[in-house]
Structures are given as C-alpha cells and as structure tokens.
C-alpha cells in the first residue's frame, strides 16, 4: 500500500515551490490533497489535470480575515474531514534593515508567517481531532537558527516562532492524537530567491554547502512526507527536521 493512501492533507500555498512538490509527492503517494494558491492560477490548474484530481485547488489570501477558516471549511469539504494540515505559505515580504522596519511590515511579515498559519491551525483542530492519523506540519526556515542574512530579522524571528510552535503543540495536542512536526529548509531553488536573492549571493551559498548544490522542492517533499505519513511518521513529533544539504549542522 502507498505510504499515504488515503491521508486528506490541506497544504497552503501548495501549488508551486516547496509546497507543490509536495502536494505532487502526497499525490503520487495515495494521498489527497487541498492545495491553496496566491496568484498563478494557471499553475493550479495545471497540478489539478497532472495528478488527476487528486489534488484540488482553491485561490486564498490566507492573510485576509476569514479565509484561513473559509480555506479550512472548504478543504474539510472536499476532501470529507482532514487528517493533516502543512503550513507552507510564507515569505520574506522584502528585505528591510531593522531601522526601517514599521508597523506596517511588522504586520505584512507576522500575518503572512505566523497569524494565518495559527489562524489554519486553529479552524482545522476539529477535523484533526476526528482523524485516527492527525498530524500537522509547519514549514520553518535554516533562518530560524541563523538568523538570515541583513534586510530579514522579522522573517527569521517568525520562523523561529514556528519552530517554537512546534514544539508548544506538540506538547499541548499529542494527548489529543494530534502530531506536531517542522521541516526547515536550507536554500532551496524556488521563485522564493528569484525575490529575494542574486545568482551570485545563491552561487556563494552553493560553494558553501557540503552536498555541493541548492536544494530543490523536491528535496523537502520527501522528508515532508515522511513527517506526515503514519506508516513512516507515526512516532515523530515536536521536531524541526533540518533540510539543506549539510548547510547547518547541529
Ligand atoms: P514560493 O514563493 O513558491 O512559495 C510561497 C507560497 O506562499 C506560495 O505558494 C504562495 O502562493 C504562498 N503565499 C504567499 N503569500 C500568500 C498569501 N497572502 N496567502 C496565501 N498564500 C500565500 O517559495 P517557496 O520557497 O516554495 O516557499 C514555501 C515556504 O518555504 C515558505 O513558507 C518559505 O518561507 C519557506 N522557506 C523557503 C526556503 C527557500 O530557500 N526557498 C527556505 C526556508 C523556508
């Protein structure tokens, strides 16, 4: 039997990057999944005919009040109850040195990393409740450790955040059959760096990694799964799972 035959997994912003490798590899593994986008729709569209329907989508601003709860209700929907959830959707906003920094990004950076992710967390917790195989994934960052480069103090500090969720919930939810778990990427090669980076900044990143090469989506899907699947999972949680190819060790 696949690994994760008949797991119903939302995965925000899990249509491209990071999270539509691992919608993909959800899929392919037998589960089915509810993928939310932001912009690219086309790309949607395209993940829905490539695994055959077993990954549906749905456009959100998870940063806009209400959707994390209307993203959670329509998932519970179409899939017919949740077992997992996987916080993907996040980012750097930009890059800001810390002077600079105002209430207005403070908040563009907080509702897009942390504040929707609770919020999801939140609106799913009763489906989860209902699963015999619950479990919940956030997606951190190699930042949370090394506190990113200069311009991303409060998107390092929001990972970190996640990091320590993690490990909160973990606590909090076990005793209710729900694990808790992190993936936390190194470098990896999606449109993330297109934003935010350079190729020479990415090359002199690449020289320093021991495995010798930028991670790719499909480097943390395989993990990703692994966290989320029962049959390979079952007695993980409260961990971040390190993902960079040697780029942080310990
Ligand atoms: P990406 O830009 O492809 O993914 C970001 C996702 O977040 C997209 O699917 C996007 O639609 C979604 N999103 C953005 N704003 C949103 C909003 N307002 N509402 C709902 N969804 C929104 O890049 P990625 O690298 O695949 O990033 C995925 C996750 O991995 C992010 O949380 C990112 O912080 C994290 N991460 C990435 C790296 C990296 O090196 N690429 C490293 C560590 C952590």
């Not at 897009?112 to 960052?141: C, G, M, W, Y």
């Not at 996640?162 to 090669?189: F, H, Q, Y």
């Not at 495995?211 to 999972?233: F, I």
């Not at 079952?234 to 310990?250: D, R």
């Amino acid at each position: 039997m696949a690994e994760a035959s008949g797991l119903r997994v939302l995965v925000t912003g899990g249509t491209t990057g990071i999270g539509g490798a691992l919608s993909r590899r959800l899929a392919a593994a037998g589960a089915r999944v509810a993928a939310t986008y932001h912009g690219g729709a086309d790309a949607a569209a395209a993940l829905e005919r490539e695994t055959g329907g077993a990954v549906v989508t749905r456009p959100a601003d998870l940063t806009a009040p209400g959707e994390p709860a209307a993203t959670v209700a329509w998932a519970a929907e179409a899939l017919g109850g949740l077992d997992a959830v996987v916080n993907n959707a996040g980012g750097m906003v930009d890059r800001v040195p810390f002077a600079a920094i105002d209430d207005a990004f403070l908040d563009s950076v907080f509702d897009l990393n942390v504040r929707q992710a609770i919020k999801v967390t939140q609106a799913a917790l009763p489906h989860l409740e209902a699963s015999p195989q619950a479990s919940i994934l956030f997606v951190s960052s190699i930042s949370a450790r090394t506190g990113g480069s200069p311009g991303s103090s409060v998107y390092s500090a929001a990972k970190a955040f996640l990091s320590t969720l993690t490990r909160s919930l973990a606590k909090e939810l076990g005793p209710r059959g729900i694990r808790v778990n992190a993936i936390s990427p190194g470098t990896i090669d999606t449109a993330f760096h297109q934003r935010h980076s350079t190729p020479e900044k990415l090359e002199a990143t690449r020289a320093g990694i021991p495995l010798g090469r930028l991670g790719t989506p499909d480097d943390c899907a395989g993990p990703a799964l692994a966290l989320l699947a029962p049959a390979l999972g079952g007695y993980v949680t409260g961990q971040v799972v390190e993902v960079n190819g040697g780029q942080l060790l310990a």
